[in-house]
């Protein structure tokens, strides 16, 4: 057992740090040495080595830094397992499994060096370290300890500093999460009253905010711009909320709001939010068919939009769309009395605009005219605050809905950790309201933390594949949260259109919405970050409200030691969640394994049905697996204890009995110098039951061929074994892709296996042509 020995921890002063991943794996006693004695350490909260076996000890020399000694630990026989909470979070295998010796470990510290290499790790600067709100993995283990052992005294605490009119019961959260026991239920602060536009606007002037920017708007076209103190963030919210009390909306009733990013979109949801009406924002690229099914599922009592938008050089006619919208409601039995719309003149003139008279009303022409002041609807913690529909495997899309308290401070604390938030940054999330990121980390999460927030309504290649880093420069840009769909696109351009600009603002980098693969995560840390910028890389969904996993940015010391950031892979559960990965069965896994991401007990930011649809919700999201959420994602946990997501399970390819996440193939793929983005799904086949389709697209000025596209297939059977090699290659001069960046794979699906026919909507993708370019290089 002694002739191998591996490098898992430092020891710094008392303190053993371990490499600590998301994690379940089970782990051995390690003998600790140091330059100057073995010391032997008992496991406990605050020391985490354990008894160990002292036979063939090996000792490696010394660590670079005051205080610090590299370790070399020989495993014992006798393995242990975490205790349950810690089961999510410890590992003692800080560096990746067979690495090698000791020297071949590249550690990069932030400024200093390009992270290149598979076995990189990044490491912290000591100005990150000083400066970051949790600066210790002891502090981190400290507070999720106390978040999964006392939930309701960590998230009564976290509560208490946000505003209440009245303190919740005494039981700060009540849940059944197993169907077994009866109906699935989850409350948080139940009884509290407060008001989340209080907490995001009043409160922050109290604070004395009032005359800090709340939100920087960027228009479409370059010079296009505005501003909002929160002082005039009050006053344009107030009027609307009294319009829209004016028109008879009340505590309960529905708006649905069809907005662009202007920055009366984010008005619009605080205004209903004030006077507790329940918005449902549809992203305004939804088709008239989309749109309807969302009104007549909510009934609402006003629709709010504008005449038209420009998005890069197209423009998009809103307006005709809600139109027709609300024709199909009416003849569906569903009328809208009122149809506020926004004059966005630099898309389209009021003459140009089909109008309604009686039902739709100019935004300019009557808003001004309301007071500046407006009373605050005081809500319960479990009244509701929203709606967002999500797409549903049957075709009819999912009202998923949140309330109040708990969203409120899980998606305020999570802005605050996960980004390492100080009040002096600028804060830029590319992501439009009409998705959840949009709602809990363009609106709610910044606001409520007093944070300036950039709302840019335009297309992020237009004019050209520079404009996110004009911005950046314009604005001094200190936090950038981005899709990874977003980071490959711009990365296919080429780094010019990055290094042109300065981006020295840039501190923290963001991804949110998919997997990003490590090449990708490489160019976004070392070309648009200089190396020199962390990546909180997240995991969560419409469901959960805000970040479930997410690399926390634990800044504790330049060295190795802290905890090594994998690319592409995601690390710690945030503060109360405690994530699982059971079999087919339900059975709970342990060490390295690969199923079904699954999280025990609830959080404050979980949503609490699908409206009208209870059943419904119980059988999604509970039933599959009795007694936890049921994610959808599948996830592999490897030797180091750390999570992967594989993608959603219906993106998981059975091929011959191996199980194979779609993520896991697109990116052998990406890393192919010569493939620029790929998208893979499966298709039935006659022998191995279902075969592998990848659509990929190529750097730009690379040509078809033959060649490449064995080397293609090689490079995938290489990286993870020859069962994964595609079964076909379809060249894709793009993918399809909604205005998000979001890849349409549903599209896909149908064009792998010919369903042409059932192609469905596909008004919301960003280039429609798309479609009929995959469809023409079909059989190429």
């Known amino acids: 057992m002694g002739s191998n020995p591996r490098v898992v921890g430092w020891y710094y002063n008392n303190f053993c740090l371990p490499g600590l991943g998301l994690g379940g794996a089970t782990y051995k006693a390690p003998v600790l040495v140091s330059t100057n004695q073995v010391k032997q350490q008992k496991h406990s909260s605050s020391s985490f080595a354990t008894p160990f076996s002292s036979s063939s000890l090996s000792f490696s020399g010394a660590g670079g830094g005051a205080g610090f000694r590299r370790a070399v630990v020989v495993m014992a026989s006798s393995g242990l397992k975490t205790s349950n909470y810690l089961r999510h979070v410890e590992s003692l295998k800080s560096f990746p499994s067979g690495a090698g010796n000791i020297p071949q470990f590249n550690a990069v510290i932030l400024g200093e060096a390009l992270a290149s290499e598979e076995n990189d790790r990044v490491y912290p600067s000591e100005d990150f370290t000083r400066q970051a709100l949790v600066p210790s993995p002891e502090k981190y283990l400290e507070m999720y300890k106390r978040s999964i052992e006392d939930p309701a005294g960590f998230w009564a605490d976290t509560a208490s500093q946000l505003y209440w009119k009245q303190k919740w019961d005494q039981e700060v959260c009540s849940e059944n999460l197993d169907i077994r026991k009866g109906n699935i239920k989850i409350e948080w602060f139940k009884g509290g009253i407060t008001n989340i536009c209080y907490n995001c606007v009043d409160r922050n002037i109290e604070a004395g905010l009032g005359d800090k920017i709340a939100i920087y708007w960027e228009g479409n076209e370059f010079g296009v711009d505005g501003t909002l103190t929160y002082f005039q963030l009050l006053h344009q919210v107030c009027r609307l909320a009294n319009y829209l009390k004016d028109i008879g909306v009340k505590k309960g009733d529905a708006v649905i709001i069809y907005l662009p990013m202007l920055m009366e979109l984010p008005i619009a949801m605080l205004a209903c939010a004030r006077i507790g009406a329940v918005h449902s924002v549809v992203f305004a690229g939804f088709s008239a068919e989309s749109l309807s099914q969302r009104i007549m599922d909510c009934k609402p009592k006003a629709v709010i939009t504008c005449n038209a938008v420009m998005r ?165 840009v200190t936090i950038f949260y981005t899709a990874p769909t977003l980071v490959r696109s711009l990365m296919r351009e080429g780094d010019e259109y990055v290094t042109r600009y300065s981006r020295k603002s840039l501190r923290v980098l963001g991804s949110v919405g998919e997997p990003i693969n490590p090449s990708a995560w490489r160019w976004f840390y070392n070309v648009v970050g200089d190396a020199r910028c962390p990546i909180s890389d997240t995991w969560w969904q419409t469901e959960t409200g805000g970040f479930m996993v997410t690399l926390f940015l634990l800044y504790i010391t330049p060295l190795p030691g802290a905890w090594p950031q994998k690319p592409g892979s995601a690390t710690f559960p945030f503060f109360g969640v405690q994530p699982v990965i059971v079999d087919e069965k339900g059975v709970e896994l342990e060490g390295e394994c690969s199923g079904y991401l699954c999280v025990k007990s609830s959080w404050p930011g979980a949503f609490r049905t699908l409206y009208g649809d209870h059943e419904r919700y119980e059988t999604t999201y509970f039933k599959p697996f009795a007694g936890y959420y049921f994610t959808g994602d599948g996830c592999c946990r490897d030797k180091d204890g750390y999570h992967w997501l594989t993608g959603r399970v219906d993106d998981v390819i059975n091929v011959s009995g191996h199980r194979i996440g779609t993520a896991e193939v697109e990116s052998a793929l990406v890393s192919h110098p010569q493939c620029a983005e790929a998208a893979v799904v499966g298709i039935e086949h006659e022998v191995k039951g279902q075969g592998i389709y990848a659509f990929v697209t190529l750097v730009d000025g690379v040509p078809y061929s033959e060649e490449l596209r064995k080397s293609l297939i090689l490079t995938v059977r290489k990286q993870i074994g020859a069962f994964a090699a595609p079964d076909k290659i379809h060249w894709a001069p793009g993918l399809p892709k909604t205005r998000s960046g979001k890849i349409m794979r549903r599209i896909l699906r149908k064009i792998a296996s010919r369903q042409l026919d059932e192609l469905g909507d596909t008004s919301t993708l960003a280039d429609p042509g798309v479609v009929d370019q995959l469809i023409a290089l079909a059989d190429s």
């Not at 005709?320 to 966005?344: E, F, M, P, R």
Request: glycine share 8%; proline share 5%.
């Open 312 to 476: 890069g050089p197209k423009v998009i006619q809103l307006k005709d769309i809600v139109d027709a919208a609300l024709a199909d409601c009416a003849k569906n039995g569903i009328s809208v009395d009122v149809c506020l719309t926004y004059d966005n003149q630099s898309a389209m003139t009021r003459e140009n605009t089909k109008w309604q008279e009686g039902r739709d009303v100019w935004w300019q022409d009557v808003i001004p005219k309301y007071p500046t002041t407006c009373e605050i609807e005081w809500v319960d913690a479990e009244d509701p605050l929203f709606l967002l529909y999500t797409s549903g495997s049957t075709g009819k899309p999912k009202g998923v809905l949140h309330t109040t308290g708990g969203y409120m401070v899980y998606t305020a604390t999570t802005f605050k950790y996960a980004f390492d938030y100080k009040p002096s940054d600028v804060y830029w999330c590319t992501a439009d309201c009409g998705w959840i990121t949009g709602h809990s980390y363009v609106t709610y999460g910044p606001l409520l933390n007093g944070a300036a927030v950039v709302v840019f309504e335009g297309a992020p290649n237009y004019p050209d594949s520079g404009r996110c880093w004009d911005i950046v420069d314009k604005y001094k």
